[in-house]
C-alpha cells in the first residue's frame, strides 16, 4: 500500500515535471528523479557530470536534471523537498544548505500545509526572509501545494513569488 508520503511525492513530481517543462524545455531536456540515496551515489550519468556532485553526501525528496540540448555536459539541477506537513525552520535552514552547496537553477520546499503562523511571521521579516531563503541571489521558494498539484498564493514564500506559479 502506499503512503501519503509517496502519494504527495509524486503530486510534487508531477508539478515539478510540468514546471520545468514550461520554464526550460526549449533549451533543456528534462528529468525528474525520486533519489533514494545521497546525490553523491546516484547511478546517473548526468548526475556524474554536475560540478562537486561527490561532496554531496545528502538527498533531496526530488531531483529536475536539466540537460542542455547545446552540450549534453553543461548540466543543471533543480532541489525539491516536500512535506506532508508544515514546513518548519529546520527543514527550510536544510534546503538552504543544500542550495548553497549545489547551487541549483532552483530550489522548491512545497507542502500541504505551508508554514506555520510562527515560521510565516519570522519570514515576513526581510532581512530574515532573506538570510533563509537566498542562495548564490536566487531564491528558494516555498510553496503550499495541494493534492491537486495546485498552488496556493497565499503559502508562497518569498512574497514576490506568489504570482509566478
Request: net charge neutral; charged share 30%.
Amino acid at each position: 500500500m502506499i503512503s501519503e508520503k509517496e502519494r504527495y511525492t509524486n503530486v510534487a513530481k508531477k508539478w515539478l515535471e510540468e514546471f520545468l517543462e514550461r520554464n526550460y524545455s526549449k533549451t533543456h531536456n528534462i528529468k525528474v528523479i525520486i533519489p533514494s540515496t545521497n546525490i553523491s551515489k546516484i547511478e546517473t550519468e548526468e548526475i556524474k557530470k554536475y560540478p562537486n556532485y561527490s561532496i554531496m553526501d545528502f538527498y533531496s525528496d526530488l531531483i529536475g536534471i536539466l540537460i542542455s540540448k547545446k552540450d549534453k555536459n553543461d548540466i543543471g539541477l533543480v532541489l525539491l523537498n516536500r512535506s506532508t506537513n508544515p514546513i518548519n525552520v529546520k527543514e527550510i535552514g536544510e534546503m538552504n544548505i543544500y542550495s548553497n552547496i549545489v547551487k541549483p537553477e532552483a530550489s522548491f520546499i512545497v507542502s500541504l500545509k505551508g508554514l506555520p503562523n510562527e515560521v510565516s511571521s519570522l519570514l515576513l521579516d526581510e532581512d530574515i526572509c532573506s538570510s533563509l531563503l537566498t542562495y548564490e541571489n536566487k531564491n528558494i521558494i516555498i510553496l503550499r501545494l495541494d493534492w491537486a498539484g495546485k498552488v496556493d498564493k497565499k503559502g508562497t514564500f518569498p512574497r514576490e513569488f506568489k504570482d509566478s506559479f
